[in-house]
């Protein structure tokens, strides 16, 4: 008999017009090349920060209404370059022309991609302006969850993870809580079991650990990634930065959140149910999974990803996390209990923390030390307005870059 399975491929999604943010990024890549493997998605705009060269051959292939760069010159540069080539893509840049594509009426997705709390804004207008959003940007929810949200429930606008770990959660819950609608413990949810592959310094002796070098912190075991993203999970911080972000995204309760390491980087997140079903989502570690996911939910399209063979995979395994030898995960759960200003100023300060430490300013284990220290100098008091997060932001910043050079 054949199998109605194989035989059928997924019915086509709707045509949707999408924005990339990052678009030259790990995330922004991996994006574009789910998008080019479909013919409903049109690219409507493509931004980067400076990187002009790979800017211009996606422009050149997805053919955008417009390309966003953060500084004059270097849109310049590309807007001569488009010219010279035939191309009729607008190029723009700036703060403002990142707003402007995220929130066009003639946008339906907005790729969140940009990395740390340049991403912010742009993920916030797409938000604001009801888009379907794909949140890779998790650094938008730590530091804003609160009014992230309420701006999205105001717009009507759809918040889809990408982060694989929350994709995954996203998931394995019920129908109803995927649009929002109910509480999860009314729904059956008892937790959520967040996974970790405990990065690339899992079982390197903690007494080595002030010594590692930003080549050896950015090479992980399972993920190909930014350099930020790659340090904060050397350090977990990253997991601290997940487990804020899964507060605020699923509406849970820390206590609902446990941390679970699990080396492999298969099983990509868990959902508990009061039955005693654990529900799991699994599947090769590669972005263009809960990418395609996000891309075409409520639907299911092809992502390029390889098929998962649980016969030749390596043994899962789980462990707990040691609190000793990764603090700054332990200050993310901490920042998440603390809830107001903390993760905003965890996130700030992790930021000048790790670009300090990839410039080779400070040794690794000074990273939670940076961000302790800044979380104990400021006046704790609860954002009300996005204008009150970018200025504890900006003072967290300035307390970390003290810190960072008196050490
Ligand atoms: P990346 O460093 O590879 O790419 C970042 C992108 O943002 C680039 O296109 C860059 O040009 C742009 N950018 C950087 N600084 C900018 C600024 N100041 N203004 C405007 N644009 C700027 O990062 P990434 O690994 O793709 O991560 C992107 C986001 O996705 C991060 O928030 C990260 O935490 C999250 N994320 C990444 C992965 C992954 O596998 N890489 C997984 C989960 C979540
Ligand atoms: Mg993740």
Redesign the pocket.
């Known amino acids: 008999m054949k199998s109605q399975l194989s035989s059928q491929p997924p019915s086509p999604p709707l045509a949707q017009t999408i924005t990339v943010?990052?678009?030259?990024?790990?995330?922004?890549t991996?994006t574009l090349d789910v998008i080019a493997r479909h013919e409903h998605f049109s690219v409507y705009a493509l931004?980067?920060?400076?990187?002009t060269a790979l800017l211009l051959q996606q422009c050149l292939q997805f053919r955008p209404v417009y390309a966003v760069l953060?500084d004059e010159h270097a849109a310049e540069t590309l807007r001569l370059q488009l010219i010279k080539a035939g191309s009729q893509t607008e190029v723009l840049w700036g703060a403002d022309a990142?707003t402007k594509i995220a929130s066009d009426p003639a946008v339906d997705v907005v790729m969140a991609?940009?990395?740390?709390a340049?991403?912010l804004l742009p993920a916030l207008a797409a938000a604001e302006s009801g888009k379907k959003v794909l949140l890779?940007?998790?650094?938008s929810l730590v530091m804003a969850g609160e009014l992230f949200m309420q701006a999205a429930v105001q717009s009507g606008a759809v918040i889809l993870p990408?982060?694989?770990e929350h994709n995954a959660i996203f998931q394995c819950l019920p129908a109803p809580a995927q649009s929002r609608r109910g509480n999860l413990a009314g729904q059956g949810v008892r937790k959520v079991l967040l996974t970790a592959s405990g990065g690339p310094f899992l079982h390197t002796p903690v007494e080595q650990l002030h010594a590692v070098t930003p080549a050896q912190a950015c090479k992980h075991p399972n993920?190909?990634?930014?350099?930020?993203?790659?340090v904060?999970s050397a350090t977990m911080m990253?997991k601290g930065?997940e487990f804020i972000e899964a507060c605020y995204l699923f509406d849970l309760a820390p206590d609902a959140v446990e941390v679970v390491i699990h080396p492999q980087s298969i099983v990509h997140s868990m959902v508990e149910y009061a039955d005693g079903s654990v529900l799991a989502q699994l599947g090769s570690p590669d972005?263009r999974v809960p990418i395609a996911h996000a891309l075409a939910w409520p639907q299911r399209i092809e992502s390029g990803a390889d098929f998962l063979s649980l016969v030749k995979s390596p043994d899962l395994q789980f462990l707990a996390p040691d609190l000793v030898r990764f603090p700054c995960l332990a200050l993310g759960m901490e920042a998440a209990r603390e809830g107001g200003f903390a993760p905003t100023c965890l996130n700030a300060a992790n930021e000048i923390a790790v670009a300090a430490f990839l410039e080779g300013q400070i040794r690794f284990t000074d990273i939670p030390q940076i961000i302790s220290g800044t979380l104990a100098q400021i006046t704790c008091r609860q954002p009300v307005s996005i204008a009150m997060i970018q200025q504890l932001d900006a003072e967290a910043r300035a307390v970390a870059c003290d810190i960072a050079a008196g050490l």
């Not at 943010?21 to 922004?28: D, I, K, M, W, Y």
């Not at 991609?113 to 740390?116: H, P």
């Not at 890779?136 to 650094?139: D, L, M, R, V």
């Open positions: 943010l990052g678009a030259t990024g790990s995330v922004g991996s931004s980067a920060h400076s990187n953060s990142l991609a940009i990395v740390g340049a991403g890779a940007n998790k650094e990408i982060d694989s993920w190909d990634m930014g350099r930020k993203i790659s904060d990253n930065l972005m």
